[in-house]
Each structure stands twice: as C-alpha cells, then as structure tokens.
C-alpha cells in the first residue's frame, strides 16, 4: 500500500465525538485492542490458583509466559503484511473472531503441555496492536498521527492494568454459582473470550479502512495502488537498518510492559506476601498509567515533531527511553510495599512514554510499506518480552535481579537512537507534509495528501 494515496486525513482529534469516519476508527480501534489485551492477559491474574490447579513449576510458568508473546512476533509480522493488501478493517474483524476461541477454550486444558498449547494459541491476539497503529496512521495528518497512535494503544494498553483487576473479580462472581476455583477459573475465561467475539462483529459493521472508503472500493476508483503494488514492501522494511533499531527499541519498551503485566501479580503475591486479589490491585496500577502515559509519549513526540522535525522525535525518543531504564533499576531494588509501589508508577509512566515517542516516529519511516514497518517494530516488542520471559523462568535468578538486569538493558538500548535518522531530502518533505497540516487544521479543512515516490 502507498499511504501517501490516502486523503482526507484528520488533522485534529475530536475525543468525544463518533460522527466521522476517522473517530469511529480511532474509538473502534483501541477498544478492540483494550478487549484484545483482556483475552490476552486474562489467565495472568489467576496464575496463582492455575499455578495449584495444573502443579506447574516456575519453569513452567516462565514457558507458558514466553510462549504467550512468542507468537505474536510471527502474527504482528504476517498481520501488517495483510493490513497492506485487504486493509485493516478486515484484518481486525478475521483477528478478533480467531483469537476469541482458544480464550474461551483455554478452560479445557488438564495438564502442562495442554495449557502452554493454549497460551501459545492465545499469544497471536497481540497482532492487534499493529492493526490499531495501521488504522490511526491512515486515518490522522502528520499534526496528530503520533497522538492518535499513541492514544489508541495506550488506552488499549490500559486493559493491562484492568485486567489484573477485574478478572479476580469475574472469577469471585462464578465462585458465587457454588463452584469451586479449579472449575471457576476455567469458566471465568469465556468472559473475555465472548467480548472478542462480539467486538470482532462490531469491528466490520462500524469501521471503515480509510476516510474515504475500504481499500477494494478505493482501489476500484482507483484512488489506491492495486495490491500488486504492495509486493517487495516487506522486503523493503526488512532491510531498512532504522527498522531493526526502532524492533530493538520498542522490545525495550513494549516488551517490558508485557513482561511486567504477566510477573507483577505474582511478585507482588510472593515477594510482599498479599493476597491475590490485592496483588492483582496492585499490579494493576502498572497498567493504568496507560490512560494518560503513552498518550503523553505522543504528545510530545508530536510536539517536537512540530518544532524540530523527525529528528525532534527520535532524540525524544532516547531522553524517555533512558529514563525508563534508571526507573526500572530504581524499582528493582524497593524491598518495602509503601515504596515499591511509587517507584513501579514512575517506572511505568517512563515505559508507555517510550513506547509512544516510538509510534510518533514509526509512520515517518517509510510510508509506503507502512504495514510492514509497524508490524517489524510492533513485533519487536513481543521479541523483546521473550527475551526477558528467559530471566524470570531461571531458577537461579530472583525477580528483583531480574529487574535490575532488564534496567541496564534498557539504558543501553537507548543509544540505538542513533541510528535513527532521515536523509535531508525526507526530513524537508515531512515538514511541508507537516506545514501543509497546520494550515489545513486552522482552516478546518480535513489534508489532501499528495502523492510522492516510495521510500
């Protein structure tokens, strides 16, 4: 796909309004992602009681984590791939209704391997969050774009926190029905499973590929490039040095907000001793931060978009991502509750900033395999919690220690920005995309963006 086809894009984000094919797509794609992490992360809160049920060792436990975000590096690449050649309409609605099965079914597993079978099946859900940066870039101008995106996978990013809340208490009203915790768990799956299915329908009734129709009727028109024309964009991604760094940079920064999301509650039970309810609270407010935090990230990757160019939004990129490693380290060290838990908030607000600033630089890469770009970066975000699942299932190794290592980690990645960088020429034509932008948001007038060669 050639984004630069695309017109009409939003140059302003009308939060409380669904009367525009852009803010149906903005509302429709984060809580499609919001209900995706539900599915998701579901089973994360109640680990502690399928930790008993299913007699799994730490070993385990860390398999059975690595293997819910393993596969979504593969899915995130196939799914951008697809949302160039059907749209992300279609791509969300086929994702949705897919992964609402083996959440409902995850109920079934009896032993170890059945169950590690099921999160694996489960992991290919995260492909969507690449649908939702896909579907906000194509939607807003290069004003916004970095909030858009960042706003969208915050907000669904957010059901990180509210799962870890909410499913111990669908778990207690089942408990109500008179059974007990071996079956309760099981059913208190087919919650967020349903929710899937139904948001999977709701996907392909309200949403729209582009402001001005779905990608068959505008490649009918003629208004966008045959799909013909999207062979060779992957490749062309794949071999685009900044693409590998942006992977990098975000598996220290999405990959770590996985990794948290499935570790928090059982650190929280075991290290501090609470219950798992109460753990699950707290573990909660990591994920929370993404009402406002991750937005922040593209706010201000925008903002400095605006005042220093592409190069504005990748050092700002390196300021937060720096910060989120000294946070983590901060935190890895608080033996004390009343302590630990500020220090996990700051931590938290560093790590959705980060990924934020991330996708307020993604869109800018290359605009004509746009799909491509996002899944390979959105991909190293499951690569990168893989690689820190290994830290938590070694036996020799303490949680705490491990967070002191994923700390360091972070504070080396964030030199990678370097790489980072738009030849002259892109960083002029981004500025009139984004001069051109500005004047049309002052005249309320949506961005007819002209069409340019590939890169």
């Known amino acids: ?21 852009q803010m149906r797509a903005f509302h429709m794609s984060w809580f499609a992602f919001f209900l995706a992490f539900f599915g998701w992360f579901g089973i994360a809160p109640l680990m502690v009681i399928v ?24 899915a995130r690449l196939v799914i951008g791939w697809l949302s160039d050649r059907v749209g992300p309409r279609r791509a969300y609605t086929w994702l949705l209704i897919a992964g609402s099965l083996p959440v409902m079914g995850i109920g079934l597993a009896q032993n170890y391997e059945s169950f590690l079978l099921f999160r694996l099946a489960i992991g290919v859900i995260g492909a969507s969050f690449v649908i939702t940066q896909y579907h906000t870039s194509v939607m807003f101008a290069p004003n916004v774009v970095g909030t858009a995106n ?129 753990a699950g609270l707290i573990a909660g407010l990591f994920g929370l931060m993404n009402l406002f935090a991750r937005t922040l990230g593209g706010i201000f990757g925008d903002f400095a978009g605006v005042r220093f160019g592409l190069r504005g939004r990748v050092l700002f990129l390196g300021v937060v991502l720096l910060l989120e490693g000294i946070a983590l380290m901060v935190f890895s060290r608080m033996d004390v509750l009343l302590l630990a838990i500020p220090a996990m908030i700051v931590f938290s607000v560093f790590v959705q900033m980060s990924e934020g600033a991330t996708f307020s630089v993604v869109p800018f890469v290359n605009r004509r395999a746009l799909g491509s770009v996002a899944g390979i970066v959105g991909a190293g975000g499951n690569a990168g919690a893989v690689a820190a699942g290994f830290l938590f299932r070694a ?20 030199s990678l920005v370097l790489v980072v960088r738009f030849a002259p020429e892109v960083e002029a034509e981004e500025r009139g995309r984004m001069l051109e932008a500005l004047a049309l948001r002052r005249g309320a007038a949506p961005v007819p963006v002209t069409v340019e060669a590939g890169r």
């Open 150 to 278: 960042a706003t969208t996978a915050g907000w669904g990013n957010l059901d990180g926190g509210v799962t870890q809340m909410v499913m111990p208490l669908v778990l207690a009203g089942v408990l109500m029905l008179g059974v007990g915790e071996t079956v309760g768990w099981r059913l208190a799956m087919v919650v967020p499973g349903a929710a899937l299915l139904l948001m999977g329908l709701a996907y392909a009734r309200f949403t729209k590929d582009a402001p001005d129709g779905n990608f068959d009727e505008l490649r009918e028109r003629g208004e966008l490039a045959p799909v013909e024309a999207t062979k060779g964009s992957f490749g062309e991604a794949a071999s685009d040095p900044r693409v590998w760094a942006l992977f990098v940079i975000y598996g220290a920064c999405f990959g770590i907000e996985l990794t948290i999301n499935n570790v928090a509650a059982l650190y929280y039970h075991d290290h501090f001793g609470l219950s798992v309810g109460m």
């Open 1 to 21: 796909m050639n984004s630069a086809q695309i017109r009409n894009k939003a140059t302003s984000i009308s939060l409380f309004s669904l009367g525009t094919v």
């Open 51 to 74: 930790r008993d049920d299913l007699d799994l060792t730490k070993t385990q436990i860390g398999n059975t984590i690595i293997a819910s975000v393993a596969v979504t590096i593969v």
């Open 395 to 414: 036996e020799s190794i303490t949680t705490q220690d491990a967070f002191l290592f994923l700390g360091g980690f972070v504070v080396l990645v964030s």
